[in-house]
């Protein structure tokens, strides 16, 4: 228990000090506007004057600017405020290292976006292609056999042929305009073709294998009740008196 509790303490404080240097860092463009020693926080005012209907209009977008924008900026402007009333000491033993470690972090983020957000954006799109030929999958065979639970219906195979059919799509898309150049014109046309195709590539094998499937079950249970016991029409006793023989009438139960 000490342990465990030792440990989620560190984690909250390293938490809390990240946090801390990412705010700091992201208020302050620069440790001078971080260091100013005259006491109070630098205000610097945009004034505009209206000189034609243009600048009218400016200024009323300005004006119907949204509530929630007003809100961040008089948060930003009251920690800012906060932060630069502290003592010249404070800020440059306290501040001044949160204040580098939160620009380290932002510029390590924002060069890990830069770099990342096409791959991201890559595989975002191959995971929407994904949920849309799934789901149309889905539809297709419920719509035929509707008593198919998804477990059955989302096996191994399945997924493997939907994975495969989405993978082609996103290649093709990317490979086309290389070697098209009219592709853009067409592109909603040859990929919604290809959609249909992979489509019918994953739903048409599933049916028939499912429908297979079900005719050899309906076979193997009529191959069962013709090999089933007959009930007998008579049944014959012997003993010392004689023999009997008693008929035997189907009663329905």
Same mark, same amino acid.
């Given at each position: 228990? %000490? %342990?465990?509790?030792?440990?989620?303490? =560190?984690?909250?404080? /390293?938490?809390? /000090?990240? #946090?801390?240097?990412?705010? *700091?860092?992201?208020?302050?463009?620069?440790?001078?506007?971080?260091?100013?020693?005259?006491?109070?926080?630098? =205000?610097?005012?945009?004034? *505009? *004057?209206?000189l034609d209907g243009a600048d009218d209009d400016d200024a009323g977008a300005q004006e119907d600017e949204s509530e929630e924008t007003r809100r961040r900026g008089g948060i930003r402007a009251?920690?800012?405020?906060?932060?630069?009333?502290?003592?010249?000491? =404070?800020?440059?033993?306290? =501040?001044?290292?949160?204040?580098?470690?939160?620009?380290?972090?932002?510029?390590?983020?924002?060069?890990?976006?830069?770099?990342?957000?096409?791959?991201?954006?890559?595989?975002?799109?191959?995971?929407?292609?994904?949920?849309?030929?799934?789901?149309?999958?889905?539809?297709?065979?419920?719509?035929?056999?509707?008593?198919?639970?998804?477990?059955?219906?989302?096996?191994?195979?399945?997924?493997? #042929?939907?994975?495969?059919?989405? @993978?082609?799509?996103?290649?093709?898309? #990317?490979?086309?305009?290389?070697?098209?150049?009219?592709? @853009?014109?067409?592109?909603?046309?040859?990929?919604?073709a290809g959609f249909f195709a992979a489509l019918c590539c994953v739903c048409v094998p599933f049916l028939l294998r499912e429908q297979k499937r079900r005719l050899a079950a309906a076979d193997?249970?009529?191959?069962?009740?013709? &090999?089933?016991?007959?009930?007998? &029409?008579?049944?014959?006793? *012997?003993?010392?008196?004689?023999?009997?023989?008693?008929?035997?009438?189907?009663?329905?139960?």
């Amino acid at each position: 228990m %000490k %342990k465990s509790a030792k440990k989620a303490a =560190v984690t909250s404080a /390293l938490a809390l /000090l990240t #946090a801390a240097s990412v705010v *700091t860092g992201s208020l302050f463009d620069s440790p001078a506007a971080l260091l100013p020693d005259d006491g109070a926080p630098a =205000v610097v005012y945009n004034m *505009t *004057t209206g000189l034609d209907g243009a600048d009218d209009d400016d200024a009323g977008a300005q004006e119907d600017e949204s509530e929630e924008t007003r809100r961040r900026g008089g948060i930003r402007a009251m920690l800012r405020m906060r932060i630069l009333r502290m003592p010249l000491i =404070v800020r440059m033993l306290v =501040v001044l290292p949160l204040w580098a470690l939160g620009s380290v972090i932002l510029a390590a983020a924002g060069a890990a976006w830069t770099l990342l957000s096409p791959v991201l954006g890559k595989l975002a799109g191959f995971a929407l292609l994904l949920a849309l030929l799934a789901g149309s999958f889905a539809l297709a065979a419920k719509a035929v056999f509707p008593d198919l639970p998804l477990k059955k219906l989302f096996s191994r195979r399945s997924l493997v #042929a939907l994975l495969l059919g989405a @993978a082609g799509l996103t290649t093709a898309d #990317a490979v086309l305009p290389a070697v098209w150049a009219g592709y @853009a014109q067409v592109r909603s046309i040859v990929f919604s073709a290809g959609f249909f195709a992979a489509l019918c590539c994953v739903c048409v094998p599933f049916l028939l294998r499912e429908q297979k499937r079900r005719l050899a079950a309906a076979d193997k249970e009529a191959k069962q009740r013709a &090999e089933a016991p007959k009930r007998p &029409e008579k049944l014959t006793f *012997t003993d010392a008196g004689g023999t009997f023989t008693v008929q035997v009438r189907n009663v329905d139960v």
